[in-house]
DNA sequence: ACAAAAGTGTTGCACGTACACCCATGT
DNA sequence: ACATGGGTGTACGTGCAACACTTTTGT
């Protein structure tokens, strides 16, 4: 392809902060890279853009290749283009987040070369990761906060049925404080996009609680005027 | 610069949305390009990253270039990556947008070759734009709204010294709806960063207002929690 | 005197927040 | 029976929305 462009010498990224949500605590998806630079570090996962791609379809493709998953909720939230983020030269990265279901999903397996292995890792002790990974990734929380405030993402990262206390759990885990048990269930509930099932939890050895889904058709009709931003 | 990485055959670029405030009307600073594609086309200001610049100095310069302006709020709010965004070849922009002040500004002169010239155009009837920029603008006018509830950005569109109508004029054509005077002025007299001047409004043929600044020792005071997101 | 915009309060409603006890179930 | 989390209501304060008239000033 002769573009007529000057040429730059750089190089192209996607960086995913892949969020999911197990045994009551917010988790990253981390992988152990197996390149220099910063082999055997942590980091999350990322790859370059093809040329022909676009970065949409790039940040998809490389969710898929590290977890096998499609159709996820992604959101770009940031690029990040200091001269030096990368030791061996020009990269600039676009980063994105997405929500998944980890359930079901417990063993995910890069299917690419440039990692060892990928990895659940609870978002209160993360250690240093490669790059300016660590900036990219407190970058993703706030903007994950701030969003869930507006936009009811949340239940992204629930299995299709959970019960409220499980929802209310994961906002306290996102927000990282605690949140009063009777407010939350009025507030949620007063938003009317949440379906009761005639189902309870099973298994548990305390009473049994109420399952709900999350209604997009309902969100949808509530909500039509209040478009993205 | 060897790099070892992969070249990445594309071009990157900065585009800026630029907002002023002017006559009670919301406008954006255009250029009328001068060369191909879209050659004397209208189109926002933007330019290529050079290798040895970070994207934000990048968007700080070609400011400047623009505008001859420094030191201004400028804020990184979307990448736009699509494959045939520009026609000649693949060119990923990252798009910022800057609020200024139009007064004492209003000849604004590029002093770069590659627009024939800028200027102000209301925000309300704007024509097609090169490239995807239109998709751009209205990308950006959606983030500015939102910031706008919960940042005091549109200071940095006024004068100095204001009037509570003015600052009431600006909401509304941000929003583009009208608001009653009496709650925006009581809302925003309790935040309590206005500081209110031993001064009025000259040159008036009617009652003359009072004059008021943004006091951002205040305001940082107040909001020293309301950590950026 | 008139035109034009400045300036000013109250009320009702919706929403967030604080707060404690009984209930159902499994072991 | 007991341990565990499920489930529920009220009262208060804050903030937002609706609403119209008098005051000041220049011409």
Redesign the pocket.
Known sequence: METGLPKFDSAFSIDCVIFGFEAGELKVLLIERNEDPFKDWWALPGNLVENDESIETAATRILYELTGLRDMHMEQFHTFGEIHRHPLGRVITVAYYALIRIIGQKEVKPVTQYAKKAFWHAINDLPKLAFDHSLIFDTSIQKLRRRLSYQPIAFELLPEKF????LQLLYEAILSKK?????F???ML?YGFLKELDE???????????LYKFDRRKYNKIFQNDLEG
């Open positions: 019960t409220l206390t499980q949140l009063d048990k009777r407010n269930r009025k507030k007063s309870k939890q099973k298994g548990v050895s305390y009473r049994a609680a109420k």
